[in-house]
């Protein structure tokens, strides 16, 4: 849970700092939805808002920009070269030309990629791609219309209050037994 409060707080945190033409990222997706060994959420927006949310007006409206957060993780459970297969093959998608990259981070365990589609001033989508080799890997799309670097700030600091509710990733984190 730590891990995934960490990562959306990340992703907010970067975008604050720094369409679907990833058709080949979405198919990846797509075609993944049926296989055992990935895990997959859609989450609405709307869920995120708690019930003891204190938002202000603006934060809503600017909740409002991102539509869908999508979750597909690949746990890792012990067919090493099958995991290095698909982690690779994103990789390879991610490392397209229409996937504008924000920022890198490594830890201990995890390596992250922070990329985004669109421009700076009208994002559409935020991606962060999180791979361990203990662990697995995941892939967060935040989905949305015109998200502003500025208004993520503002967003991100609404995370650090505890108004966002990342209560719906929780049994991410429990796949992932951290």
Do not use: H
Not at 14 to 21: D, F, M, N, P, R
Not at 25 to 31: G, S
């Amino acid at each position: 849970m730590v891990l995934v409060k960490y990562i959306l707080a990340l992703t907010l945190g970067v975008v604050a700092l720094s369409s679907c033409s990833d058709k080949s990222l979405q198919k990846y997706l797509v075609e993944k939805q049926d296989d055992d060994k990935f895990v997959k959420m859609d989450i609405a927006t709307s869920l995120l808002q708690g019930a003891n949310s204190d938002f202000s007006e603006e934060e809503k409206e600017i909740l409002k920009t991102i539509k869908k957060v999508n979750v597909v993780a690949y746990p890792l459970k012990g067919d090493v070269a099958d995991y290095e297969k698909e982690r690779q093959n994103l990789k390879t998608i991610l490392d397209q030309e229409q996937y504008k990259e924000l920022t890198r981070t490594k830890s201990n365990d995890w390596n992250a990629t922070l990329k985004y589609t669109g421009d700076e001033d009208a994002i559409n989508e935020i991606i962060v791609f999180a791979s361990s080799d203990t662990y697995g890997f995941a892939v967060f799309r935040l989905l949305g219309e015109n998200m502003q670097l500025d208004q993520m700030l503002k967003l991100m600091n609404s995370a650090e209050r505890g108004d966002l509710d990342f209560s719906q990733l929780e049994g991410l984190g429990e796949i992932f037994k951290i």
